[in-house]
Structures are given as C-alpha cells and as structure tokens.
C-alpha cells in the first residue's frame, strides 16, 4: 500500500494484495510453506522495484504471527532484507496495538474490542477513550483453522483459555466487537448481499450478534451471488472466519459487530503522529483535501459552514457531518450542470472516507443533493438508512449552502460581508449597505426556498 496526502487521513495511491500463504503449514512443520515463501520474496522484490520507481520516501515492512511463529522466520527477514527491505516483525503486543490503533484512526470513539484476524492468527485488543488496552494474540488465524466440528472443538478450547488469563472477557460484554482483516471484510459483503444493503461500503457497516451464526450457515452454502463478495482465496476462507465469528460472539457477548477496513498498516501511521494531529477528525480533514482540488475561488467550505451554522442547532456529531459538506460544496462544479448532483452524491455516499457510518453518508448525500438543486436522492432505499428527521436536517443545510453558494458567486470575500440567521421566526439574509444589488432574482429565489424548507417567512435586510 502506498500513501499520500494530508497524514491524518493519508490516502491509498496504490494496492496490490498478494494472498501468499506464509501461515498456512507451519503448526505441522515449524517451518514456512517454500511455495509461499517464494511467492512473498518474488512480491516483495516486485514491491521494492516499485517502491523505487515511485521514489516513495519512507517505507515500513513488518512481519506478522506467520513468521513470528515459525522455526525459519529469521532466515526469511534476512530474506527480505537482502532484497533491500527493512523488515521488522512485530511481537504479538505489537500487532495486537497496531491493529487498534488502526480502528482508532478510522473510528475515533471506537469503544470495545478490536478483533484483527489475519491467516496466522487472531489478535484481540480493547479500545476506548481514545486509546489502546492490553492485547493478546492467539494462532487462530484462517489459514490455521479447520472449519469442522473437530477444528471448533479445538478453537474455542484455545479462546477459551486464552480469554481466562485476560481480563478481555470481562470487559467485552455489552460493548462493540470492530471486525478487522480481509476475511472477516469478505463476510460483511457476504450479508450485504443477503440482506440487499442498498450501500456497499464496508467501513462502519454494522451487524447484530446473532448474524455472525447466519452468516456460517450462509457461507456454508454454495449460492452463487456470493462470488461478487471477494477473491475466491477470501471465499475460501469465508467457513472459518464464519466459525471463529460466531465462537467469539459467544465468548464475548458483544452488543454490535463493527467492520473497520483500517488495521495494523493504519495502525503503524497513526502511532508516528504528533498528538495534535492525531486529534484532527479524519472526515473533514478527507473533505477539506478533496475540496481543496476543485474549488473554484479558493477553498471556503469552513467560512460557508459558519456562514450557515446560525440557522441550526445541531449537536457535535452531526455538526462535523455539516461542515464536511460545506467542505464539498463546491467539488461538482466542474462537472456538466445536469450531472453535478450525481458526482456530488456518488462523493458523499461512496467516497473514500473514514470515521462516518452508512447514515452519515446519506447525510452528506442529501445536502449536497439540495445544494446542487436536487431534492431527493435517486435510490429510494438508501432512505431507510437514516431517521427521516436527519434527511430534512440535511436538506436545509443543503438548501442554506446553495442560497450561500449563489449569493457569494463562490468567493469567500461576499460571505464575509453578509449574513444569514433567524429573526423572529423568518430566515433574514442580511447585506452591506451600498451592497444591495447582491441580492438578485436567483437569490431571492433559492432565499425563498430556504424559507420554505424551515415553515418561514424569508426576510431582506440591510446592515
């Protein structure tokens, strides 16, 4: 994976995923499978060619449980480090941070247990406060599982035991479980499909306890729509993620399942920064930067947020989806008028963010809709995704950024000299004195309509 752009939310430039089994095999024989280790060193030889080319200028390669574990893995790091790769492998407190590290970066109030399976193990970590827990590993990963009733017999004797020296158990009951690794990805797109999720985005999708033994019942069968799901190789691991899913749900007795597509790569970012940054919240920052590229008069989402904010009453949480928005207000405007609502909504609802859940998307989808002049979304079932009180929320906020949008013409300067609030009940658009004319018949419009989205009488004022 290599990144770029701002480091809170750095973004994924380039991925490629070679499934080379080092875990699968080394419980027999101590040592690494050789096919799979060739086909690691010749990826990563691949990697390091490309890494150069890119003139990528820092670069971190870390080991997991499949070569912490076996007899030869110090052989295949100085492998790797012939190649000219600095590989460091992680001890299994080490991942098991990392991994929650990670949630935390992409779910900043992340409170629960974090559960990072891999194909040689499964990490276990509590997270909360903005913070990491002491973690435990255990060697369950996919690639060491047998999904039959032996190898559940044995797998839940090893979380069982491994549960008992932790305190992880006690403080997991009633809390969330966050979902980590490809396997456990693969199954969250299983059940969208099942349950025609009207939004395939993986990050933040959240299912019931008592999904994870519908889901081995499911993987268990051979329906064919599930081959759009992922990989075959995750497909094929799909039965014992399954398995060790529903063992852990029972173990640990969680309130929600929480898919989180960040893990240890992120984990490793987030660790190296500053605390100050590590504080930014990775959604507007995402949209501040994909803003930023297209705006036209120079980037003023933050002056249109504040411009707009007198009109609502809106808490923390949904304050930042608001601004998140401003943040994209202008980021169609390159796009043919009649589609600009489309690549506004597509943005909002499928963009590559992080820290915001399915409803929040909606949220966002919504006012950018009414901001380009489109009332209702084009797919109807994404409605049932969020409370129809946040829809007409988002509505305003969108009818009140495209009021502000054409007034100021885009530039941030108008936005500084006018203002919008509520007056004894009427939505009052206030302008400089000698700056009257600004209000023209497109303004007085969409002012109206604003009005209208409130139950208000529209007002003109000058200061």
């Known amino acids: 994976m290599v990144y770029a752009g701002p480091p809170r939310v750095p973004a994924p430039i380039f991925n490629e995923k070679v499934l ?70 992680l001890s299994a407190d080490e991942e098991a941070d990392y991994a929650g590290e990670g949630v935390l970066s992409g779910i900043p109030e992340a409170d629960g247990i974090v559960g990072d399976l891999g194909g040689g193990s499964l990490e276990l970590v509590e997270v909360g406060d903005g913070d990491t827990g002491k973690g435990i590993s255990l060697p369950l990963g996919v690639l060491r599982l047998e999904p039959t009733a032996d190898g559940e017999r044995a797998a839940r004797k090893v979380l069982k035991e491994a549960l008992k020296r932790s305190t992880l158990k006690d403080r997991s009951r009633g809390r969330r479980f966050y979902m980590v690794g490809g396997s456990w990805r693969a199954l969250a797109r299983i059940d969208m499909l099942a349950t025609n999720f009207p939004l395939p985005i993986t990050h933040q999708y959240r299912m019931k306890p008592g999904r994870a033994k519908e889901l081995r019942r499911l993987v268990g069968g051979l329906d064919p729509r599930f081959s759009k799901a992922a990989s075959p190789a995750r497909l094929a691991s799909a039965p014992a993620a399954a398995m060790l899913l529903a063992l852990l749900v029972d173990e640990l007795e969680p309130s929600q399942l929480v898919v989180s597509i960040y893990g240890i790569r992120e984990g490793l970012l987030y660790a190296a920064l500053k605390p100050r940054d590590r504080r930014l919240d990775p959604l507007t920052e995402e949209a501040r930067d994909a803003g930023g590229g297209e705006h036209r008069f120079g980037q003023h989402g933050d002056m249109l947020d504040d411009w707009i904010a007198p009109l609502f009453d ?17 980021a169609a405007w390159q796009a043919n008028p009649g589609f600009r609502a489309d690549r506004a909504i597509e943005m909002a609802l499928h963009g590559n963010w992080v820290a915001i859940d399915p409803a929040g998307r909606v949220m966002m989808a919504q006012a950018l809709s009414a901001n380009f002049g489109r009332d209702r979304l084009p797919d109807a079932a994404l409605l049932q995704l969020c409370r129809e009180e946040d829809l007409r929320r988002a509505h305003c906020w969108g009818q009140a950024m495209r009021l502000g949008q054409r007034l100021s013409g885009g530039v941030a300067s ?50």
């Not at 923390?316 to 608001?322: C, D, K, V």
């Open 314 to 330: 809106d808490p923390p949480a949904l304050r930042r989806l608001r601004l998140a928005s401003c943040l994209l207000a202008d």
């Open 414 to 463: 108008v936005l500084e000299r006018t203002a919008l609030s509520v007056v004894n009940g009427a939505i009052q658009l206030s302008v400089g004195r000698g700056e009257e004319a600004l209000v023209g018949d497109a303004v007085e419009r969409r002012l109206l309509r604003l009005a209208d989205s409130f139950g208000s009488e529209p007002v003109i004022a000058t200061i």
């Open 20 to 89: 080379a089994g080092l875990g699968s095999g080394a419980d027999l024989s101590g040592s690494l499978p050789e096919e799979a280790r060739a086909r690691a060193v010749s990826a990563l030889s691949r990697f390091k060619l490309l890494i150069d080319h890119m003139k990528v200028r820092r670069t971190e390669v870390v080991a997991t449980a499949a070569i912490r574990d076996a007899d030869d893995g110090d052989d295949f790091v100085r492998e790797v480090r012939g190649i000219g790769l600095n590989c460091r492998v």
